[in-house]
């Protein structure tokens, strides 16, 4: 592990300067993940989304970092994370090389979109280090079969055809990213992590496998609290597949929030941030 320390950075469009506390890399088999940590408290682990990076999380600092140690993460291909190797690998086991070379023994883990999908796995490669899932929302789940088609399909289509920008482009305009983009401060922040992706799946096909790839037929195995949140302007599948996760996880508690689209910790900070801390507050063990 190594390159930690403080820094002040902007906090890209959500409002001032953001004092960050420890950041830095952590070693994983064959590359190595980009972190952030803030405060103190049990663990919460937080996976960024596909094609953006820990940005997205900077409207939960303060809120959920004020009682919780908050630990946020690129995924390998994105933000300051190394690229995929050529060979297969597994996020799950990323995840938790993080969280021991941070010393973390267990922690609620979450993230949205794809953050939630790899969320949902380490759930099922390591059970006993899952204390809660923060699913907000998590797509795909493995085994889902799609309705609509994979929302971002479009995008990589034009950009292995015409290169980064037009995927960049194409990106912002999906109705995936619609409700985000109609947000100035979310627009403006989502805007600077996709201009910064390296477009790195374009040109190379990614070798990374999962725990379950049936995950959605074996949802009833994970007994951790789950906090499922979906926005009402989500695509199709994200809402159906929520509401899967509510039906089939023991021990879930679902939210649908009208307002909102894919990104609800983006859009609505203040609702995201509250209706985690409860769910938190109920369900962590105390510091």
């Known amino acids: 592990m190594g390159g930690a320390g403080f820094a ?37 682990v937080l996976v960024s989304g596909g094609f953006q ?54 922690a609620c883990v979450g993230g949205q979109s794809l953050g939630g999908t790899v969320a949902l796995d380490f759930a099922f490669a390591h059970p006993t280090m899952v204390s809660g899932i923060v699913l907000a929302p998590a797509l795909p789940v493995l085994g889902w079969q799609w309705i609509e088609g994979f929302p971002v399909a479009p995008a990589l289509k034009l950009g292995r055809a015409d290169g980064v920008e037009a995927f960049r482009t194409a990106f912002l ?38 725990t379950a790839p049936d995950a959605i037929e074996r949802l009833q195995e994970i007994q951790a609290p789950a906090l499922v949140l979906v926005g009402g302007h989500d695509v199709l599948d994200s809402r159906l597949v929520a509401e899967r996760l509510a039906r089939d996880l023991p021990n ?20 995201f941030n509250s209706l985690t801390l409860a769910f938190l507050d109920r369900t962590q063990p105390a510091g």
């Open 173 to 210: 305009e999906l109705p995936l990213t619609s409700r985000t983009m109609a947000s100035p401060e979310a627009a403006a922040a989502l805007r600077r992590m996709v201009a910064d992706y390296t477009g790195w799946h374009l040109r190379h096909r990614d070798p990374a496998e999962f």
């Open 53 to 106: 990076d820990v940005r997205m999380y900077a409207p939960q600092i303060e809120s959920l970092s004020s009682r919780y140690s908050l630990v946020r993460c690129d995924l390998r291909g994105f933000g300051r994370s190394s690229q995929p190797p050529d060979v297969a690998y597994r996020h799950c086991d990323d995840l938790r090389l993080l969280l021991d070379g941070l010393g973390i023994e267990g």
């Open 8 to 44: 002040s950075v902007p906090d890209f469009g959500f409002g001032g300067m953001l004092v960050m506390g420890e950041s830095g890399f952590v070693e994983v088999e064959g590359g190595r993940l980009y972190y952030e940590r803030d405060g103190d408290g049990p663990a919460v």
């Open 252 to 271: 879930a508690e679902h939210h649908l929030i009208e307002h909102v689209g894919h990104a609800p910790n983006m859009e609505d900070p203040a609702l």
